[in-house]
């Protein structure tokens, strides 16, 4: 949408190497997006809309793209799940950005494997004393609200839990492959204390909680990965159509030609495919789920094929760290990986796939 892309052109684009140099979204950048209301963009009920947001930011910004991402997963938990307390409290300032969500699900020895978390939280006093060590927490520098997933008697439960709560500690994650400006941080809560109205839904309703979520951040991932495809695309047609070799533009040869063809329609079909994806959300179909896995699937490796040959068909120079598709190619392969892996999509989607649907 025309909004979301000048938003970016402006703010963003200009800007997102000196982010992923520093490791870090500053601070005017957040004031921002918040000013623009995108914080609570998952809030609104359009979720067509929130496509489009994600995939302008992702063009602009992955690391961006993702604090949006994990802020819009936890918001989404709070406002389907959270207690009428919970939600009085926490929605107002998630909507308007004064408080970041960050979603600790991940344990270094689990990784994706919830029935191997081991985080506990045990009643106490009317309400829970949790401990946890959570791996990978993206924007968990800066996040003012925790959900944290433990386990209870019931089974694995949801939680909220304030980023300045006694017994939270961060260790800032850097140096990593990519979006390296989405400021991750290891969490670890030591005898935290939460009352009774920080249980997202009900006890052992996790998964539940989890899934949720995941099909938000998922939806999110693959949005944001046709951005990525279509900053590359922006970026090869304007270095071929200027770089000269064997004494033509690069434009002219017809195995770049093919290269950029199978971009330009690759990015039009994922692109529809998270349309279908939202519409499905929008409409409340049951099937949105492995519409999102499909989407997420083709979007992500789609993004990973156009970033390499972006970056081949930029030599030498592509290869460089500051130029562009020097990062989309590093950010490219996190989507792969992040709110579940290609391998775990195509486990899914074979699985629907067998079962007739």
Same mark, same amino acid.
């Given at each position: 949408?025309?909004?979301?892309?000048?938003?970016?052109?402006?703010?963003?684009?200009?800007n997102a190497e000196d982010f992923d140099r520093a490791g870090e979204i500053p601070a005017w950048v957040l004031e921002e997006v918040s000013a623009a209301g995108y914080w609570g963009a998952v809030l609104? $009920?359009?979720?067509? #809309?929130?496509?489009?947001?994600?995939?302008?930011?992702?063009?602009?910004?992955?690391?961006?793209?993702?604090?949006?991402?994990?802020?819009?997963?936890?918001?989404? @938990?709070?406002?389907?799940?959270?207690?009428?307390?919970?939600? !009085? =409290?926490?929605?107002?300032?998630?909507?308007? %950005?004064?408080?970041?969500?960050?979603?600790?699900?991940?344990?270094?020895?689990?990784?994706?494997?919830?029935?191997?978390? +081991?985080?506990?939280?045990?009643?106490?006093?009317?309400?829970?004393? *949790?401990?946890? #060590?959570?791996?990978?927490?993206?924007?968990?520098?800066?996040?003012?609200?925790?959900? /944290?997933? @433990?386990?209870?008697?019931?089974? &694995?439960?949801?939680?909220?839990?304030? %980023?300045? @709560?006694?017994?939270?500690? #961060?260790?800032? *994650?850097?140096?990593?492959?990519?979006?390296?400006?989405?400021?991750?941080?290891?969490?670890?809560? /030591?005898?935290?204390?939460?009352?009774?109205?920080?249980?997202?839904?009900?006890?052992?309703?996790? &998964?539940? +909680?989890?899934? $949720?979520? &995941?099909?938000? $951040?998922?939806y999110s991932v693959a949005c944001g990965s046709v951005g990525i495809t279509q900053a590359c695309l922006e970026a090869v047609t304007a270095h071929c159509t200027e770089r000269v070799q064997g004494g033509?533009?690069?434009?002219?040869?017809? &195995?770049?030609? =093919?290269?950029?063809?199978?971009?330009?329609?690759?990015? #039009?079909?994922a692109r529809l495919l998270c349309v279908e994806a939202g519409e499905s959300k929008d409409r409340g179909d049951p099937e949105t789920i492995i519409a999102t896995c499909v989407a997420k699937y083709f @979007?992500?490796?789609?993004?990973?094929?156009?970033?390499?040959?972006?970056?081949?068909?930029?030599?030498?120079?592509?290869?460089?760290?500051?130029?562009? /598709?020097?990062?989309?190619?590093?950010?490219?392969? +996190?989507? !792969?990986? *992040?709110?579940?892996?290609?391998? *775990?999509?195509?486990?899914?989607?074979?699985?629907?796939?067998?079962? %007739?649907?």
């Amino acid at each position: 949408m025309t909004e979301f892309r000048s938003f970016v052109d402006r703010v963003v684009r200009p800007n997102a190497e000196d982010f992923d140099r520093a490791g870090e979204i500053p601070a005017w950048v957040l004031e921002e997006v918040s000013a623009a209301g995108y914080w609570g963009a998952v809030l609104d $009920g359009d979720m067509v #809309r929130f496509g489009a947001l994600h995939e302008e930011i992702g063009r602009g910004c992955s690391s961006l793209r993702s604090l949006l991402t994990v802020h819009s997963m936890v918001s989404y @938990a709070v406002d389907r799940w959270g207690t009428a307390a919970a939600r !009085e =409290k926490w929605l107002p300032q998630l909507a308007s %950005g004064r408080v970041l969500g960050g979603f600790c699900l991940t344990e270094a020895e689990a990784g994706s494997d919830c029935a191997a978390l +081991v985080a506990t939280a045990v009643p106490h006093e009317g309400g829970y004393r *949790i401990n946890a #060590r959570k791996k990978w927490t993206t924007g968990g520098q800066i996040a003012g609200l925790l959900l /944290v997933f @433990a386990r209870t008697e019931r089974g &694995l439960s949801a939680f909220v839990v304030p %980023g300045d @709560a006694p017994g939270v500690k #961060r260790t800032p *994650i850097g140096d990593v492959l990519g979006t390296r400006a989405s400021m991750m941080a290891d969490i670890e809560l /030591v005898d935290c204390e939460v009352g009774a109205d920080s249980l997202v839904g009900a006890e052992g309703m996790g &998964l539940a +909680v989890i899934t $949720g979520a &995941l099909d938000i $951040g998922r939806y999110s991932v693959a949005c944001g990965s046709v951005g990525i495809t279509q900053a590359c695309l922006e970026a090869v047609t304007a270095h071929c159509t200027e770089r000269v070799q064997g004494g033509s533009v690069l434009a002219e040869h017809q &195995l770049v030609q =093919k290269m950029i063809t199978e971009m330009a329609v690759n990015v #039009r079909a994922a692109r529809l495919l998270c349309v279908e994806a939202g519409e499905s959300k929008d409409r409340g179909d049951p099937e949105t789920i492995i519409a999102t896995c499909v989407a997420k699937y083709f @979007a992500s490796t789609t993004a990973m094929r156009a970033a390499g040959d972006a970056v081949q068909l930029h030599g030498a120079v592509g290869c460089a760290d500051g130029h562009p /598709v020097s990062r989309y190619f590093r950010d490219a392969k +996190v989507m !792969e990986i *992040i709110e579940g892996s290609t391998q *775990i999509q195509e486990l899914l989607i074979a699985r629907d796939a067998l079962r %007739g649907r």
